[in-house]
């Protein structure tokens, strides 16, 4: 399968049986970042998380009594 980044637009070739491929077919929302983007990225959010500044917003757990 054929896929291109949505940040480089670099194509490359992926194997039609992965669980990537799987969702890149199956559902629209998903999209594929290539290996160097996604370290990039993931770099730069640890350095962004180190400085102090970085908040991420999640919604809080709930505990269920039940």
């Not at 996604?38 to 180190?50: C, D, Q, V």
């Amino acid at each position: 399968m054929r896929v291109k980044c949505v940040i480089c637009d670099k194509i490359e070739s992926i194997n039609d049986d992965t669980l990537q491929a799987k969702q890149l077919r199956n559902r629209p929302i998903h999209t594929y970042m290539c290996n160097p983007c996604h370290e990039r990225i993931a770099e730069n959010t640890k350095k962004r998380m180190a400085t102090g500044n970085f908040r991420l917003y999640r919604s809080p757990a709930e505990n269920d009594e039940w």
